[in-house]
């Protein structure tokens, strides 16, 4: 079974502060990892992905994770937030041992940038 | 780019009504899915589809069917529409990478869908 946990609920920081939503999860085997964002009345759209290598990964829009395989987490970052960073944020993770193709989804993060 | 089209883009149905959510996707993509969105749960997978002929169960297929037409398209069915099935509907597609499941999977704009 694989399961993803996302902590908070919301996230709020202030434009130009550092920007951190929290993802941990759960598989039998070796994961692949994702980020995905959501903005009001759009689908999910691609961030970035581990899959194997440097445990650092980085992503569209300045936006970085760090796979932490003793602690279990994917932890979302980026040096500095932007209003427009502002959206519904979903952690999503598959169990590479797992047959198909299937993403199990965290519950989402919504992150609100203030000026 | 059109990437994964899903129409209608909004619906209102009496319960019991019957209904087809319509997917297309143009990157030739193999795999395609169908996800429900209900505020703090996340996705919810419903169907999915690895190829084209094939279909499986996901998470919550109970009172949906889904038929994969061809390459492009995987409609989701609502035979006997229910309350509990107002929500957000997602389709989304993604190509069978090397090793399989390590490619994203790219989404279309949701279909709301309210049932009275």
């Known amino acids: 079974a694989q399961s993803v946990a996302q902590p908070e609920d919301q996230v709020n920081v202030a434009e130009g502060n550092p920007l951190t939503v929290k993802c941990t999860y759960s598989?039998?085997?070796?994961?692949?990892l994702f980020w995905y964002v959501q903005y009001p009345n759009r689908g999910l759209q691609f961030l970035l992905k581990?899959?194997?290598?440097?445990?650092l990964v980085k992503g569209s829009y300045g936006f970085e994770a760090e796979f932490n395989k003793s602690q279990t987490s994917f932890h979302l970052k980026k040096p500095s937030a932007l209003v427009s960073d502002s959206a519904l944020y979903f952690c999503?993770?598959?169990?590479?041992?797992?047959?198909?193709?299937?993403?199990?989804f965290g519950g989402g993060t919504r992150v609100l940038v203030k000026p | 780019n059109a990437g994964v089209t899903q129409t209608p883009k909004f619906q209102v149905l009496k319960t019991g009504q019957s209904m087809t959510l319509q997917c297309a996707q143009d990157?030739?993509?193999?795999?395609m899915y169908w996800y429900r969105q209900d505020p703090g749960m996340g996705l919810r997978l419903i169907y999915y589809?690895?190829?084209?002929?094939?279909?499986d169960k996901g998470e919550v297929p109970n009172g949906y069917n889904v038929s994969r037409l061809n390459k492009r398209e995987f409609s989701l069915r609502l035979e006997s529409a229910a309350p509990s099935q107002t929500s957000v509907y997602f389709c989304?597609?993604?190509?069978?990478?090397?090793?399989?499941?390590?490619?994203?999977?790219?989404f279309g704009d949701g279909t709301r869908l309210s049932i009275l």
């Open positions: 989304a597609s993604s190509a069978q990478g090397l090793g399989g499941g390590n490619q994203p999977q790219h």
């Open positions: 598989v039998s085997g070796n994961p692949y």
């Open positions: 581990y899959i194997t290598g440097d445990n």
């Open positions: 999503a993770v598959r169990d590479r041992t797992a047959a198909g193709n299937k993403l199990t």
């Open positions: 990157m030739n993509h193999n795999s």
């Open positions: 589809s690895a190829s084209e002929g094939t279909t």
